[in-house]
């Protein structure tokens, strides 16, 4: 039987949790900080729950430099349930701007009562629901494409622009992500249009391997004024705390089942990796923009919502009521909001002042060896995404042309070295390398190393 130390499991999630916060982890079960209680018998509305949250929400803010006008919420329902939070929420918000500045107009004059002017209102809303409703998606890949699909299903179609489908002229495979001069973008009032209630992206696609090389250019806000920006949201479950991000740009930031885990290792550098990247599934974290929130946006009544045929979303997925009581509405699972503070508190004290920074260079290091060893070795492996849009975290490749029986050799050569969970997914096949940041060095310098000793057996035999 294996032990722990030789396997490097490079498996898409749940992923590979660091050994250290597991060992704290399994006393911590026991009995937490000496309180003969383990951490999960604990109540979530204790003082000692409400410590846990407000310290790992001060890990993140430090290692993201958070600005103080953001939220950071701890919920639910993974990142399929942020699919249809994400249009719950951000709907409302853009049918409440609305409402406002319509009640501002038709009440401006003085000449009519308040019920007219409710009414009024009410037809006003119910036609630009009808014209101007849209939400604009990116689709690179099998995640965004689902949130595509879920914003299709709950306000129709015809309210989801799909600004670019990255599957196009590309035999309907996630491979790339088009120039931004090709995206079709609803124009907001800048540009001479009505805005959309919101652009989503997911930045890295796990399952396709393609990653966004950086913010993107279209989306740089140009305004002061924020209701003539886009609102931009980003599902960076499988990057987050794996290169420095600018917050400010962002709408809102999730991450589903806290893929936020590190690690540090007996590395040649001294520093070690992360995980998908945060912490255990069940967890999900949100990063919003407060003016988003109340007071400063309130939440449309249930009733305006049926009227003007919206779906009203389940309570639990409501961003307003989940900040008003500090992530605490439902039972919190606060065990995960502490793997995920051990995690984050960990890296802090890894990379101290250069936070992450330090996690970027590290992730950018071990995606070059493995992207190195495929590439010198061409006649075997073939790189599924394109150059330029590469992911560092999801290294997605195919052995002799896609041969399954080929890659199957491959798969079980590569668990005889120690080196798990790298069948690719289900839905595209091939191999695939998720270099999370819980992924020692070492790990990948000996799954480089296979890479080049498989194909030259295979050289050998030919």
């Known amino acids: 039987m294996p032990s722990r ?93 609305r409402r406002r500045r319509a009640e501002r107009e038709i009440s401006g004059t003085g000449e009519i009562g308040k019920e ?70 609803t124009p907001t009032p800048q540009e001479g249009g009505r805005g959309s209630a919101f652009v989503y992206y997911c930045d890295n696609e796990t399952v396709d391997g393609v990653e966004f090389p950086g913010f993107p250019k279209k989306l740089e806000p140009t305004s002061e004024v924020e209701e003539n920006e886009r609102l931009v949201v980003a599902d960076m479950s499988s990057n987050i705390l794996s290169r420095r991000v600018d917050v400010k740009k962002f709408a809102v930031i999730f991450v589903r089942h806290c893929l936020l885990t590190f690690e540090v290792g007996s590395l040649t550098t001294t520093q070690g990796g992360a995980q998908k ?59 995960d909001v502490w793997v995920a503070g051990q995690v984050m508190s960990r890296l802090l004290a890894t990379f101290g ?30 790189v599924v995404p394109e150059q330029a849009t590469r992911s560092r975290m999801n290294i997605c490749f195919r052995v002799n042309g896609g041969d399954v029986e080929k890659e199957k050799e491959w798969l079980k050569g590569a668990e005889a070295h120690g080196l798990m969970g790298l069948k690719g997914h289900r839905s595209v096949g091939g191999i695939r390398c998720s270099n999370y940041n819980s992924i020692p060095l070492e790990g990948v310098q000996k799954l480089a190393k296979y890479i080049e000793s498989y194909a030259r057996s295979v050289q050998e035999k030919a």
């Open 277 to 335: 990247n945060v912490g255990t599934t069940g967890l999900t974290l949100l990063i919003i923009r407060k003016s988003l929130l109340p007071p400063t946006t309130a939440s449309p009544s249930p009733s305006l919502l049926r009227a003007l045929g919206i779906p009203n979303g389940p309570i639990v997925l409501d961003y307003a009521t989940i900040a008003k009581n500090n992530s605490l509405y439902n039972t919190l699972s606060i065990f």
């Open 5 to 97: 130390a030789d396997i490097t499991y490079f498996g898409a999630g749940p992923a590979l949790l660091p050994t250290p916060v597991l060992e704290s982890a399994s006393q911590a079960l026991l009995n937490y900080d000496d309180t003969g209680l383990g951490l999960a018998e604990h109540s979530h509305r204790s003082p000692l729950a409400n410590q846990i949250l407000a310290d790992t929400k001060s890990s993140l803010k430090a290692l993201l430099d958070v600005p103080d006008d953001y939220e950071i919420l701890f919920m639910q329902a993974g990142g399929s349930g942020e699919f249809s939070a994400v249009v719950y929420n951000l709907v409302g918000v853009w049918v409440e701007r």
């Open 116 to 185: 007219e002017v409710e009414q009024k209102v009410l037809e006003r809303l119910k036609k630009e629901v009808a014209e101007e409703l849209k939400l604009d998606y990116l689709v690179t890949g099998s995640w965004s494409l689902k949130a595509s699909q879920e914003a299709a299903r709950l306000l129709g179609p015809e309210h989801v622009n799909v600004a670019t489908d990255s599957r196009v002229g590309k035999d309907g495979k996630f491979v790339s992500i088009p120039e931004e001069g090709s995206w079709k973008l």
């Open 353 to 382: 002042d250069r936070k992450v920074s330090g996690m970027e260079e590290l992730a950018g290091e071990k995606a070059a060896l493995v992207y190195g060893a495929l590439e010198r070795w061409e006649s075997v492996y073939r």
